[in-house]
């Protein structure tokens, strides 16, 4: 099998892994990976996980790739806010919540970071339409704010909510404090509310 033959079968995919791979073509011969990968025609995106180094042009396609090589997931916490402008910050690693186990990995496109999340928790998400069609699943402001209280516990103090740096304008206008209340609500933790008082008298929602 010729590289250019498998580039034009799998290359509108972006992301395949090598059971997609072997479902198009049952005899594939997995040393042809290796070959691929080392002459620089392929790229890893994490095990059994590939994309073509052309995707390396699209920013997009780091955060796109972050729901399709560990599912399910879907972009939240600090990732999340930054997304939205929430917080000042451009951030380092893309971050996840996911039902799997806690994980965290880094190929060429950046550094990925997913945190476990309880099924019942797992909702409040949107599909966000990329330029070429495909869509990026990502929180809404208010989950990905949720979760970044529920999974970092260590803010409880007004002075930890003063340096989140909220933007005032964004929780003024559209951040919206009754969808917040009832996602939280669905939390079930009391602790989790203790933060919430505090973060709502820091920020006078």
Known sequence: MSFLEFRNAMFELACFNTNQVYAWYPNFDSNNLTRW????????????YYTFPEYLKFPDFAS???????????????????FYGIIPESVTQITS??????FSFTNVF?????????????????????PDGRALQIA??????????????????????SDLRLDDDYLSTDFDKN???EYAGQFKNKSLDKRLSMLIKTYNL
Request: aromatic share 18%.
């Open 64 to 82: 796109y790739f972050a729901n399709r090589i560990y599912q399910p997931s879907y972009i939240s916490l600090h990732s999340g806010l930054s």
């Open 110 to 130: 950046g550094e990925y970071s997913y945190k476990t999340i309880n099924p019942s928790l797992f909702f409040g998400y949107d599909l966000k339409p990329l």
């Open 37 to 48: 990968l080392k002459k620089g025609l392929l790229i890893k995106l994490r095990q059994s």
């Open 179 to 181: 969808l917040f209340l």
């Open 97 to 102: 919540v996911t039902t799997l186990k806690t």
């Open 140 to 161: 809404q402001p208010e989950k990905a704010l949720l979760d970044l209280l529920y999974l970092y516990p260590f803010y409880d103090s007004e002075n930890e909510f």
